[in-house]
């Protein structure tokens, strides 16, 4: 708690340096960097809300579009799946297997192909898949559900991205700042050694 206290106080200061006689010019300059940097983070905040906004309707929209065009059916396997995960075309499961499957669309199409297997499963064994109004096996449609987090972690990934660039201008500012205070420094203490400072 004192560490807290010590870190708000300091940052009170730096925020308000006027009110210290010893303060320099290069500390109004930082600490008017520094409100800057505040002030324009709070002010991005309902920017990138709105952006946020923007984002999930356009990703529900395309996710409606895709969960309109996709439907999930049944798909019973034709041979057993293999032990090993198989490289192929198409959507697979996590395990990365596909097995060959027949399955009906809602026109009463019977397809066949490769579809998404759990690792060893065995003919005749049945899996839930998505295919498309072709009949073609694809992958699940986004949910609105995952449109609203994608929009929200777009919202905050872009907020951090603003205030880290805010922050590493101020630091930059201020590393500039010091250095040009490091010199005056070391201006005035040759000043003080060569006996030309004040008595």
Do not use: C, K
């Not at 395309?62 to 969960?67: L, N, Q, V």
């Not at 003919?123 to 609203?148: H, K, L």
Request: avoid cysteine.
């Amino acid at each position: 708690m004192p560490d807290t206290s010590m870190y708000l106080l300091r940052l009170a200061r730096r925020l308000r340096p006027g009110r210290s006689p010893v303060a320099r010019g290069s500390d109004r300059i930082e600490a008017a960097a520094l409100v800057i940097v505040v002030l324009l983070s709070l002010l991005t905040i309902p920017v990138v809300v709105t952006h946020g906004q923007r984002s999930y309707a356009h990703n529900r929209q395309i996710a409606e579009e895709a969960m309109a065009s996709r439907y999930e059916t049944t798909a019973t396997l034709l041979a057993d799946a293999p032990s090993r995960p198989r490289a192929g075309r198409g959507p697979v499961s996590e395990n990365g297997t596909r097995a060959q499957a027949r399955w009906t669309t809602s026109e009463g199409i019977e397809l066949t192909g490769a579809v998404p297997a759990s690792s060893g499963m065995s003919a005749g064994s049945e899996v839930p898949i998505w295919i498309d109004t072709a009949g073609e096996v694809t992958s699940s449609p986004a949910t609105p559900q995952d449109a609203a987090g994608h929009a929200a972690a777009t919202a905050i990934a872009t907020w951090l991205i603003v205030v880290g660039a805010l922050s590493a201008a101020f630091w930059l500012l201020r590393a500039g700042l010091d250095q040009h205070r490091y010199a005056h420094w070391a201006h005035e203490w040759a000043r003080l050694n060569t006996g030309h400072g004040p008595p």
